[in-house]
């Protein structure tokens, strides 16, 4: 029953999310993002490639072992999170490069980030099954593309409309992510314990590594602040699934921790964002 509940929770999230998205943006916007072929290829490089390496470096200088290391490499190899897209909107960030970044790390995520991890496990000489591409990982994808598209199809169509929803689904969505945030804290918060100080740091590293390498990305503030939610936050929900069906109950709790301390680390940037990005709503 928690279990139902919990991914209701989640498939709620993600949905009022890119709705809320959708609602703010038009087709060209989206096209402008996509013509940047180096903001796309860098991007991909960097989360699928470098990031992927140093977690990995991480694992083997610290010997993290078993499931704990199997959890954080997974989450390593899964970018691309939908709560990217409301932190960018928060701080004021670019919204159509956090969304169109967002929307190419999850579809290459759902076909990749299975044998990305897979290989990473055996180098890191982890003994886990292989994992495979499944339907729960696609129906995941369409549950986020189609909210996106619904919303920018009423933008299209009724822009007076959508622009006096924007704000209550994005407020919805806020809430949604805080309630998210809670839950988990309330309930995993022995998980930090049971997994152990030194896990804790490793994931707490990556997360900041990776978001400082997200800023370091060319372009304009609003697009770096973007780039940093997108790199600097994991696709939990994608891991999860996988976490779920290939590892022990101690990988799935170590997806949980990365997913907690995730927010522990973005949520205050965002605040930090919006002093600096004044100009943008």
């Known amino acids: 029953m928690q279990e139902i509940i919990q991914q209701a929770v989640l498939t709620l999230m993600l949905v009022s999310m890119m709705f809320a998205m959708g609602l703010r943006l038009q087709v060209k916007d989206l096209l402008g993002v996509l013509k940047d072929r180096r903001l796309i290829g860098l991007t991909l490089a960097i989360n ?27 989450c390593a190899a899964a970018p691309g999170a939908t709560m990217s897209t409301i932190l960018a909107r928060q701080s004021n960030a670019d919204v159509a490069v956090a969304v169109v970044l967002l ?13 990305l991890a897979s290989l990473m496990f055996h180098w890191a000489e982890l003994r886990v099954e292989r994992l495979r591409t499944g ?19 009423l933008r299209a169509n009724h822009q007076l409309l959508a622009m006096r929803w924007e704000p209550i689904a994005a407020k919805f969505a806020t809430i949604t992510l805080f309630v998210v945030i809670v839950a988990m804290s ?37 697009s770096k602040a973007a780039t940093a939610f997108a790199s600097g936050s994991q696709n939990i929900a994608l891991a999860t699934l996988l976490a779920d069906r290939y590892l ?24 930090v964002f919006r002093r600096r990005l004044p100009t943008l709503a």
């Open 103 to 115: 929307l190419v790390l999850v579809v290459v995520s759902a076909v990749c980030t299975p044998p």
């Open 248 to 271: 022990s109950n101690e990988g799935l709790m170590t997806v949980l921790i990365f997913g907690m301390m995730t927010y522990v680390v973005l949520l205050p940037m965002v605040m």
């Open 186 to 222: 309330i309930v995993n918060y022995r998980l930090v314990l049971e997994i152990g100080g030194l896990s804790s740091v490793v994931i707490l590293g990556f997360i900041v590594v990776s978001t400082f390498v997200g800023w370091c990305f060319p372009g304009a503030p609003s």
């Open 48 to 74: 699928f490639i470098a990031l992927p390496l140093v977690a990995l470096l991480i694992v083997k200088m610290v010997g993290l072992r078993g499931d704990v290391a199997a959890g954080y490499l997974l």
């Open 135 to 153: 339907m729960a990982i696609f129906s995941l994808l369409l549950i986020q593309v189609l909210s996106l598209a619904v919303g920018m199809v």
